[in-house]
């Protein structure tokens, strides 16, 4: 029987016992409580691919540093992580990917791994089987470049001269994504500069050189505007290039000194450029083709940062993409409201002190494009005052909202920041009524066509899961259902439903966690749920339910969309899809209850749960990500709302 037919029979089972419902959120909530901080914040580990690993160790060997413990325990993770076919995936169950693929065989080539041993002649195939190192990204061909790996002149060109592009110009740095712009700007020194790290010839990858393969990798046929706006940038590329043999640059000394400056300004209260790790690695890159010396506060501040993001783990080493406190803080406080925790709570109040200490009191790079809005909000890790983002703003005013101080004092201080936080969270709407995640207005697709910008994230345009996040915080902290604002995004995201009732998940995987946050976001305004349109969303939810009554998706679903929705059910994406079929009104349902089911089973000894597979996402077909906390505080939430809808009458 499938699961569309467990869903739509008449249920003939014994209804789930109550008291396991209860038992098992009473664990979660123990569960949570016990790995909260003293300052009261949460921060689970965020696990990214092998990419990190291998990007680390280059700078290491980059910095003289290759004889550290930490080198040999980086190689032994990544080779930890290879896959049978020889290469390395960049997320679990996921294939081969080149770029991630042809870095870790070159660092494993520097830790000393014979080209003839087993496992790297797998390797060797399956890169040379995807076309070689000329069809990698643009990053990794500038990292071999430095490596003298690959040819500087077969690089896509990234000028400096870019950031002294004024604010009106159609392209200019404040017009890309907050984080492709933290990324640019010290890879734009790395390209001017062009520094290069001698390596033994032994460690060559000429082997990984396919002849004829060209620089880029086949691919349907892509619509007529797509081509020609590529085109267009190819032939801009070529100039630039031609542009770069001239020996007088008179603007290059000037982009420099803007560009270094930029990067030093934006260090302040950042935990590291951009609080991430590609910028921070960029930058070390960057300060030192500068010249600036290794033992330099500024090159030691971002080590610092880099060292700070490392586990250690018996013989390994992995390092985390960075660090998602407030993120944590703010879903767990929320979800642990949700689960019946009072809001006077001890410990839920000093997760809502925590958050209140990093609120962002000044202005940051979002104020370019948004200059009517004043300070307010949150950034996702422990440090980044430049750069708070909606999402995370959304999810700590709904974490703030169930919180209650006794002191009057301390309830103003909350009531003040939540008003700061809305009029900037209102203010950073777009005019399609939806929210992108960092900044205003940064939507021009065109420049996802730009030579250099095949990693995928050029833009930061208005998404659905933030916009229905925020959708469904607005009720919560007051604003009317008519308000223009929550009409705006009840638009957009009705525009923005396909065909099979779904939403796009641009920060988690996929079309489940889109569909979670859109449909409560909607429930929350005011729809009605039992329009034929949120109906055609419920029987999708059911008829994606696996037969052990869970749900999954794996990332695949965003580069092949016939696989929406289908991937090992997980406890992360089985309560996204409980979530939303709650909102539609749906508790009473035999997939609710199977749902429910595959959440009581799975829970562990500790009243976590596992995600065995990655359910979020940095930069969709480029990045994923697992949170290890996901899978608490989400199924909690779920069995929470659950339990309170009756589902086991």
């Given at each position: 029987?499938?699961?569309?037919?467990?869903?739509?029979?008449?249920?003939?089972?014994?209804?789930?016992?109550?008291?396991?419902?209860?038992?098992?959120?009473?664990?979660?909530?123990?569960?949570?409580?016990?790995?909260?901080?003293?300052?009261?914040?949460?921060?689970?580990?965020?696990?990214?691919?092998?990419?990190?690993?291998?990007?680390?160790?280059?700078?290491?060997?980059?910095?003289?540093?290759?004889?550290?413990?930490?080198?040999?325990?980086?190689?032994?993770?990544?080779?930890?992580?290879?896959?049978?076919?020889?290469?390395?995936?960049?997320?679990?169950?996921?294939?081969?990917?080149?770029?991630?693929?042809?870095?870790?065989?070159?660092?494993?080539?520097?830790?000393?791994?014979?080209?003839?041993?087993?496992?790297?002649?797998?390797?060797?195939?399956?890169?040379?089987?995807?076309?070689?190192?000329?069809?990698?990204?643009?990053?990794?061909?500038?990292?071999?470049?430095?490596?003298?790996?690959?040819?500087?002149?077969?690089?896509?060109?990234?000028?400096?001269?870019?950031?002294?592009?004024?604010?009106?110009?159609?392209?200019?740095?404040?017009?890309?994504?907050?984080?492709?712009?933290?990324?640019?700007?010290?890879?734009?020194?790395?390209?001017?500069?062009?520094?290069?790290?001698?390596?033994?010839?032994?460690?060559?990858?000429?082997?990984?050189?396919?002849?004829?393969?060209?620089?880029?990798?086949?691919?349907?046929?892509?619509?007529?505007?797509?081509?020609?706006?590529?085109?267009?940038?190819?032939?801009?590329?070529?100039?630039?290039?031609?542009?770069?043999?001239?020996?007088?640059?008179?603007?290059?000394?000037?982009?420099?000194?803007?560009?270094?400056?930029?990067?030093?300004?934006?260090?302040?209260?950042?935990?590291?450029?951009?609080?991430?790790?590609?910028?921070?690695?960029?930058?070390?890159?960057?300060?030192?083709?500068?010249?600036?010396?290794?033992?330099?506060?500024?090159?030691?501040?971002?080590?610092?940062?880099?060292?700070?993001?490392?586990?250690?783990?018996?013989?390994?080493?992995?390092?985390?993409?960075?660090?998602?406190?407030?993120?944590?803080?703010?879903?767990?406080?929320?979800?642990?409201?949700?689960?019946?925790?009072?809001?006077?709570?001890?410990?839920?109040?000093?997760?809502?002190?925590?958050?209140?200490?990093?609120?962002?009191?000044?202005?940051?790079?979002?104020?370019?494009?948004?200059?009517?809005?004043?300070?307010?909000?949150?950034?996702?890790?422990?440090?980044?005052?430049?750069?708070?983002?909606?999402?995370?703003?959304?999810?700590?005013?709904?974490?703030?909202?169930?919180?209650?101080?006794?002191?009057?004092?301390?309830?103003?201080?909350?009531?003040?920041?939540?008003?700061?936080?809305?009029?900037?969270?209102?203010?950073?709407?777009?005019?399609?009524?939806?929210?992108?995640?960092?900044?205003?207005?940064?939507?021009?697709?065109?420049?996802?066509?730009?030579?250099?910008?095949?990693?995928?994230?050029?833009?930061?345009?208005?998404?659905?899961?933030?916009?229905?996040?925020?959708?469904?915080?607005?009720?919560?902290?007051?604003?009317?259902?008519?308000?223009?604002?929550?009409?705006?995004?009840?638009?957009?995201?009705?525009?923005?439903?396909?065909?099979?009732?779904?939403?796009?998940?641009?920060?988690?995987?996929?079309?489940?966690?889109?569909?979670?946050?859109?449909l409560r976001g909607l429930a929350a305004a005011g729809e009605p749920m039992s329009a034929h349109r949120y109906q055609r969303t419920v029987r999708w939810l059911i008829e994606h339910q696996n037969e052990d009554g869970g749900w999954g998706e794996l990332p695949r679903s965003y580069d092949e969309p016939a696989f929406k929705g289908i991937g090992p059910s997980t406890p992360s994406q089985t309560?996204?899809?409980?979530?939303?079929?709650l909102a539609a009104g749906h508790g009473g349902s035999e997939a609710v209850r199977r749902g429910v089911s595959y959440l009581l089973e799975r829970q562990r000894d500790d009243g976590s749960w596992r995600d065995d597979h990655w359910t979020a996402t940095g930069f969709p077909r480029v990045f994923y990500l697992r949170y290890h906390l996901y899978a608490t505080y989400f199924p909690m939430w779920?069995?929470?709302?659950?339990?309170?809808?009756?589902?086991?009458?």
């Open positions: 029987m499938t699961a569309h037919d467990h869903a739509l029979r008449e249920s003939d089972e014994v209804a789930i016992d109550v008291a396991k419902i209860d038992a098992a959120i009473d664990a979660a909530r123990r569960r949570l409580f016990s790995i909260q901080h003293e300052d009261g914040h949460w921060c689970g580990e965020l696990e990214g691919d092998a990419i990190l690993e291998s990007e680390y160790l280059l700078l290491l060997h980059f910095l003289g540093r290759a004889d550290e413990p930490r080198f040999r325990k980086g190689a032994n993770y990544i080779r930890r992580q290879q896959l049978g076919d020889g290469g390395w995936s960049i997320y679990a169950g996921g294939t081969t990917d080149l770029s991630a693929s042809v870095k870790a065989y070159f660092v494993l080539k520097m830790a000393g791994d014979s080209p003839a041993a087993p496992h790297m002649a797998r390797a060797r195939s399956a890169i040379r089987g995807l076309g070689g190192v000329d069809r990698c990204n643009t990053f990794t061909k500038i990292y071999l470049s430095i490596f003298g790996q690959y040819d500087w002149s077969k690089c896509p060109a990234i000028p400096p001269e870019l950031i002294l592009l004024p604010d009106w110009f159609a392209f200019n740095v404040y017009r890309i994504s907050c984080w492709s712009r933290a990324i640019l700007i010290p890879l734009s020194i790395v390209w001017a500069r062009k520094p290069r790290c001698a390596v033994s010839a032994e460690w060559s990858i000429a082997e990984l050189v396919v002849s004829g393969s060209g620089g880029t990798a086949p691919g349907a046929q892509r619509p007529r505007r797509e081509r020609f706006w590529r085109a267009f940038f190819n032939a801009v590329d070529i100039i630039l290039k031609l542009v770069e043999t001239i020996p007088v640059k008179p603007l290059r000394t000037r982009a420099l000194h803007r560009a270094s400056d930029w990067i030093v300004e934006h260090l302040e209260m950042s935990g590291g450029l951009g609080a991430i790790f590609p910028p921070i690695v960029n930058t070390v890159f960057a300060l030192r083709s500068l010249g600036y010396p290794p033992d330099h506060p500024i090159v030691e501040s971002q080590l610092r940062a880099l060292e700070s993001l490392e586990i250690e783990e018996d013989d390994t080493l992995r390092v985390q993409p960075c660090f998602s406190a407030v993120w944590d803080t703010a879903l767990a406080a929320h979800t642990l409201r949700e689960s019946g925790t009072p809001a006077d709570d001890p410990r839920l109040l000093e997760a809502a002190r925590w958050l209140l200490s990093k609120e962002v009191r000044m202005a940051g790079d979002w104020k370019r494009n948004n200059p009517e809005g004043e300070p307010g909000g949150w950034f996702f890790q422990y440090e980044n005052e430049f750069y708070p983002d909606t999402d995370d703003t959304a999810e700590v005013l709904l974490a703030l909202a169930g919180a209650r101080f006794p002191s009057a004092d301390e309830e103003r201080a909350r009531q003040a920041a939540i008003a700061r936080a809305l009029k900037w969270q209102l203010s950073m709407q777009n005019t399609d009524g939806g929210w992108g995640a960092f900044d205003k207005a940064s939507d021009n697709e065109i420049f996802t066509f730009i030579a250099f910008a095949d990693h995928n994230a050029m833009i930061d345009p208005s998404c659905e899961d933030i916009t229905g996040r925020t959708l469904e915080a607005l009720p919560a902290l007051g604003v009317d259902s008519h308000h223009p604002a929550v009409r705006g995004a009840a638009r957009f995201l009705l525009e923005k439903q396909d065909l099979s009732g779904t939403w796009y998940g641009r920060w988690g995987c996929n079309y489940i966690y889109g569909t979670f946050l859109a309560a996204w899809a409980l979530l939303a079929l779920a069995l929470s709302e659950a339990r309170r809808a009756e589902v086991t009458a």
